[in-house]
């Protein structure tokens, strides 16, 4: 997030401690070869490609929504299914996510669901309910 000159003084000193919310992770396997990059203090921006329309249409949706700067970019075996490119990305998601919110003790937390279990990642609840389980810590 950029400071500007009309841009509150608690704003200003969270964005200086807090540091920047941002991550970019990279997965590759024999199935998908995963890209995510997010800014969690953006303005809803996103680059989705993941050559599954509604999956990419969904995660646009948490983008710009939720005011996040998304740039994911899939390349899976579409041949065969749609589940590892949608778990991997998942899983990679998951990642950044955790990593830009930092350890947040006392908030709450998201884990993202695959069928190889749950990541934690601090922060806000409810991306949505389908595919996020939100619990208070």
Do not use: Y
């Not at 509150?8 to 199935?31: C, D, F, L, N, Y």
């Not at 993202?112 to 309910?129: K, Q, T, Y």
């Amino acid at each position: 997030m950029k400071l500007s000159e009309d841009m509150p003084w608690s704003k200003i000193t969270e964005i200086v401690v807090a540091g920047a919310r941002r991550a970019q992770k990279r997965r590759t396997t024999h199935e998908t070869d995963v890209f995510v990059s997010l800014n969690l203090d953006g303005v809803g921006n996103c680059d989705i490609s993941t050559g599954i329309g509604f999956f990419d249409h969904m995660l646009e949706q948490i983008a710009k929504h939720g005011n996040i700067d998304l740039d994911i970019k899939v390349k899976g075996d579409l041949n065969v299914d749609e589940h590892h490119t949608i778990e991997d990305t998942a899983i990679v998601l998951g990642l950044c996510l955790r990593e830009a919110f930092g350890r947040q003790e006392g908030n709450t937390k998201i884990r993202i669901l695959s069928s190889h279990g749950r990541l934690p990642v601090s922060g806000f609840a409810g991306l949505f309910r389908s595919s996020v389980d939100g619990v208070e810590c």
